[in-house]
């Protein structure tokens, strides 16, 4: 019997536009996971599918049956929001979260299984891309700097259901490299900031 794959993500709603962050002053979402108020407004689409699904169970009881369960049992909203309630019994951070720890790349690689193994009408680019981006984040100590800049510019339009393309998402990175963080951070969307000039190359 194949597996449900049950979307997730979907039981709050977006936010139409990205608007200033009221606590740190950025875009909605850049603020992530450190900024209070980004993290509520981010993680309100995971926790929406996490409070539907708890209903009057234990939480970390529910958290350990969801982690048990084969990928495509339970939204991938909730596999997230049972990791961080679950220390690594290795290292003992958030599980998936921690730095050169084995057993959380082990476990943070194992959730994408839901992603490739979904259906296509069971997550949307958006959702995928949101996915990647706070676990990113979350993780952010495995992480290269530029790949986690990223992800911190790209969250807000994320967040509204923008997503860029491979094509967008390569010339911000070749940006990022370039140190080209401020011009980025004020530009209104992927195409924005995609379309910044080219640097000239520079010889010794």
Known sequence: MPLPY?????LAARPQRVEP?????DPVGRGYPACLTCAERVDELWLADWVALRGDTDERELAATVLAAPAGTHPWTCADWAMRLIACPVCRAELGTGAGCVHCAKT???????????????????????RLAVAALRGAGEQRANVTGFWRLALPFLLVGAVPTPVQTSRIRVHLI???????GEADGF??????????WRSE
Not at 21 to 25: E, L, V
Not at 178 to 184: F, K, M, N, P, S
């Open 6 to 10: 049950p979307p997730g993500a979907r």
């Open 108 to 130: 943070d690689q194992s959730r994408w299984a839901w992603d490739h193994g979904a259906p296509a009408t069971a997550m949307t680019g958006n959702e995928h891309t949101l």
């Open 191 to 200: 195409a924005a900031m995609a379309a910044l000039a080219e640097l000239p």
């Open 21 to 25: 962050c009221p606590t740190c002053g």
């Open 178 to 184: 370039a140190g080209r963080v401020d011009e980025l």
